[in-house]
């Protein structure tokens, strides 16, 4: 009997350090590390959404009726999967997914804003993009809600607006998972 109950407290002790494992893997985060993460991938966020959704990349100049015209000879990117590739190191994978059906598919309602053509990387010299605000204020940074790998943060920006901003954790990285302007 009494090894009965050494052996129901041993399982049970494990049975408490799994669960407690297991609840903590999921990445919780602070203020504090929310905003180191935050200092990390919005400047970067930034610079893609001005390609994304913004004035865009350096188009050459062209006068000729073609829509879309080759990227200037000094823009770093060369092909529609570097700009993907340059976008993986901020956006989450589901993200990341949207922008490429909404800028890099070809469908009934809308052109592509980027496009591979000739061996050239072409934007769409119709879209003049919007004014994208990129002025998150990051020490206003305050996780509202968390759960397993996905954190939901309230920001300010300088104009005194306020937005959320999620991340996710994927393969042991923070990764943006929605607009940040």
Known sequence: MKKRRIMN??????CLCLTLTLCSCGGNMTDESVRQELERLLPLSYEMNEIFWGEGLPLKE????LKYVPVADD???SSTEEILQKASEVFSKDYLENI????????DDIDPRYIDTDGLLKGDKTNK??????????????IKKQNRGTVIVTVEHEDGGKNEITLVLQDGKWYIDSPTY
């Not at 407290?9 to 494990?14: F, T, V």
């Not at 062209?62 to 009726?65: I, K, L, Q």
């Not at 909404?102 to 469908?107: K, P, Q, R, S």
């Open 100 to 107: 490429k059906e909404a800028l890099f598919t070809d469908t």
């Open 75 to 77: 823009c770093q990117f």
């Open 9 to 14: 407290k041993i399982i049970l002790l494990i």
């Open 129 to 142: 993009g919007f004014d994208i605000q990129s002025n998150v204020v990051i020490e206003s940074a305050v």
């Open 62 to 65: 062209s006068t000729s009726g």
